[in-house]
């Protein structure tokens, strides 16, 4: 067992078998091969087929692997964007990083910010011809965007590549992947996993396009991975531990709608808890867009400090309030890796507060 219970999200608490799992990869011998080799092809492959049966990727959908989120902004914009240009719909610090990112790498960005208690008006999104950049769960202030109003904005603008940040939602919330054509996610949140390694995962459309724009100036360009990929090769040599505990997590965990419908009902019995109190809240008042895997709650600066430093003491990892909200809030993963007995541990350190 690990000596902190970690509720930070991002890095956080890794599943409990990752130790096990590190040593049979030791064992396996995978770590010492070359990734060139059938061995490391076959690993990529059966790890392909395994997200796709857990997580319900469709078949037609193509899985590459990458370092980071941070990684994919960068690939989007200059593999996938193309002369068109992007659409940033964002509340909060990570969607406005997306932005940052791409305006450094591309020359026709829109932004479109929205408040965080607002549940987003599609009617006026003006996204034209552009790719739209959606953050699903945005991590800095425990907001989301429902599968529902993805449905949506699907409907009202068929015609748009959409590509989604779903960094801190990813294997913890059941995403319909047919509402975008570009999903990704790094490993170091919902699925339980170290940092250093992420997902990208494209449409048919989204690959034809990449194919069409055929962008091939970087190691990690688009249709590079993609070439790639279609013999079960990567570009670099990969994380080829990080994909190991991958294949061994996500193989381990029940199907994602399973997953999900623990973690909501953890934020149910969440959301009563806080409910009590009168010096602690959540950040976000409109309920209907409060995050299902990351919890942003507001109160005194001194109370929050006072909290991080107690908690500390029992080993339990408040998440700090992130970007302009360091101050008045601190956050809570509602990840899939968490156990029920540290809920337990947590909700009895916030009710006694020693
Ligand atoms: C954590 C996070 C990122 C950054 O992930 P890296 O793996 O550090 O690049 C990007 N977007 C969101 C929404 C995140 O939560």
């Not at 932005?99 to 829109?110: D, E, F, K, V």
């Not at 570009?182 to 995962?201: R, T």
Request: glycine residues 4%; hydrophobic residues 35%; aromatic residues 10%.
């Amino acid at each position: 067992m690990s000596r902190v219970i970690s509720f930070y999200p991002g890095p956080s608490r890794v599943e409990s078998k990752v130790p096990d799992y590190m040593i049979d990869a030791y064992k396996t011998g995978i770590l010492s091969i070359n990734h060139r080799s059938q061995a490391f092809m076959n690993l990529l492959e059966d790890t392909c087929e395994i997200l796709k049966k857990k997580l319900n990727i469709p078949e037609s959908y193509e899985i590459y692997y990458t370092s980071s989120a941070t990684e994919c902004w960068e690939i989007i914009a200059q593999s996938a964007i193309g002369t068109s240009g992007s659409y940033h719909v964002y509340n909060g610090a990570f969607g406005e990083k997306w932005l940052h990112y791409t305006r450094a790498l591309t020359s026709n960005c829109l932004q479109h910010p929205f408040d965080i208690n607002e549940k987003l008006n599609v009617k006026n999104l003006k996204p034209g011809d552009k790719l739209i950049c959606l953050t699903q769960n945005e991590t800095s202030n425990g907001t989301q965007i429902s599968e529902k109003l993805l449905r949506k904005i699907r409907k009202i603008f068929p015609d748009n590549l959409i590509a989604i940040d779903a960094s801190s939602s990813m294997a913890g919330v059941h995403l319909d992947f047919n509402q975008a054509d570009i999903w990704f996610a790094s490993v170091q949140k919902c699925f339980g996993l170290p940092s250093g390694l992420a997902l990208i995962i494209c449409s048919p459309r989204a690959v034809e396009h990449a194919k069409s724009i055929a962008e091939n100036r970087h190691y990690n360009s688009l249709k590079r991975i993609k070439v790639n990929m279609d013999n079960w090769q990567t570009t670099n040599t990969p994380n080829i531990l990080g994909i190991y505990l991958l294949n061994r997590v996500v193989n381990n965990r029940k199907t994602i709608k399973k997953v999900h419908g623990e973690l909501l009902s953890r934020k149910k019995s969440w959301t009563t808890f806080f409910n009590k109190f009168d010096d602690i809240d959540f950040l976000v008042d409109n309920k209907s867009v409060r995050s299902d895997t990351v919890f942003a709650l507001k109160s005194e600066s001194k109370l929050i400090e006072m909290l991080k430093i107690k908690a500390l003491e029992k080993d339990i990892v408040l998440g700090n309030g992130y970007g302009r909200l360091t101050e008045n809030t601190f956050r809570i993963a509602n990840f899939p890796a968490i156990k029920k007995k540290e809920i337990k541990i947590l909700k009895t350190f916030l009710r006694t507060r020693k």
